[in-house]
């Protein structure tokens, strides 16, 4: 069965600026939601703590992460313009899903959603 990722258009602006702002470095954040049978609704983003943005890479310390099992995955930049998953992205995946934003950042044709193994998901915008 394939899924949907849900996010409100506004929190996908946020993302895509965010991106832009950080660029040519990587950015990372955690995403809250819900996970129901066919529908993944992402509601919020949360910044990791000490978290660290590079060329190339981006990363947090998992281990000072609260137990919270409301985060359902994680979006992250590609500044090269990439949609696709990394070999890092789909050896070390967190949570369900992945929302990679690519440069130029500019719309939803710039954001792409994989689940843990890799396959694509298609992003509806509430």
Request: glycine share 8%; no cysteine; proline share 7%.
């Given at each position: 069965?394939d899924?949907?990722?849900?996010?409100?258009?506004?929190?996908?602006?946020?993302?895509?600026?965010?991106?832009?702002?950080?660029?040519?470095?990587?950015?990372?954040?955690l995403?809250?939601?819900?996970?129901?049978?066919?529908?993944?609704?992402?509601?919020?983003?949360?910044?990791?703590?000490?978290?660290?943005?590079?060329?190339?890479?981006?990363?947090?310390p998992?281990?000072?992460?609260?137990?919270?099992?409301?985060?359902?995955?994680?979006?992250?930049?590609?500044?090269?313009?990439?949609?696709?998953?990394?070999?890092?992205?789909?050896?070390?995946?967190?949570?369900?899903?992945?929302?990679?934003?690519?440069?130029?950042?500019?719309?939803?044709?710039?954001?792409?959603?994989?689940?843990?193994?890799?396959?694509?998901?298609?992003?509806q915008?509430?």
């Amino acid at each position: 069965m394939d899924r949907n990722v849900t996010i409100k258009r506004e929190l996908l602006e946020m993302l895509l600026e965010g991106a832009k702002t950080l660029h040519p470095k990587e950015t990372i954040v955690l995403l809250r939601g819900k996970v129901t049978k066919d529908v993944i609704n992402v509601s919020e983003v949360v910044i990791p703590p000490l978290a660290t943005y590079g060329s190339g890479f981006s990363s947090f310390p998992t281990q000072l992460l609260p137990m919270d099992f409301s985060i359902i995955g994680v979006a992250h930049s590609h500044p090269s313009g990439s949609l696709r998953p990394s070999v890092g992205d789909l050896n070390h995946p967190f949570g369900k899903i992945t929302l990679i934003i690519a440069s130029p950042y500019l719309g939803k044709e710039n954001v792409a959603a994989y689940d843990r193994n890799g396959n694509g998901l298609t992003i509806q915008l509430a």
